[in-house]
Nanobody
Framework: QVQLVESGGGSVQAGGSLRLSCAAS????????MGWFRQAPGKEREFVAA????????YYADSVKDRFTISRDNAKNTLYLQMNSPKPEDTAVYYC????????????????????WGQGTQVTVSS
């Protein structure tokens, strides 16, 4: 089992940068594929990025590709999302999620395929 706690959210101007962190409890963090999702008011939760258990493979939604970078430090049990050049449409609550074992991107981009979630952190991008 794993518990997840996000941090690093806040307000940022468009074109700036922000780094989100997700601290995981437990000794088996390196066995979990991890994902970042976001949910804006009135919208469904959507996939942002995912990373394999080893960190060797990363996947991105088209809307954030080349702007956001997902990474992980298995020694520190921490997942990151570096947000560069954010846009107002990136405003949402951001959630990290964990799935035991790694899967293909078609599996990792679906929220229902994750068993563990953090509480979320708000990101607001102003123009």
């Amino acid at each position: 089992q794993v518990q997840l706690v996000e941090s690093g959210g806040g307000s940022v101007q468009a074109g700036g940068s922000l780094r989100l962190s997700c601290a995981a409890s437990g000794r088996t963090f390196s066995s979990y594929a991890m994902g970042w999702f976001r949910q804006a008011p009135g919208k469904e939760r959507e996939f942002v990025a995912a990373i394999s258990a080893s960190g060797g493979n990363t996947y991105y939604a088209d809307s954030v590709k080349d702007r956001f970078t997902i990474s992980r430090d298995n020694a520190k049990n921490t997942l990151y999302l570096q947000m560069n050049s954010p846009k107002p449409e990136d405003t949402a609550v951001y959630y990290c999620a964990a799935r035991f074992t790694t899967s293909s991107v078609s599996v990792l981009e679906i929220p229902l395929n994750y068993g563990y979630w953090g509480q979320g952190t708000q990101v607001t991008v102003s123009s």
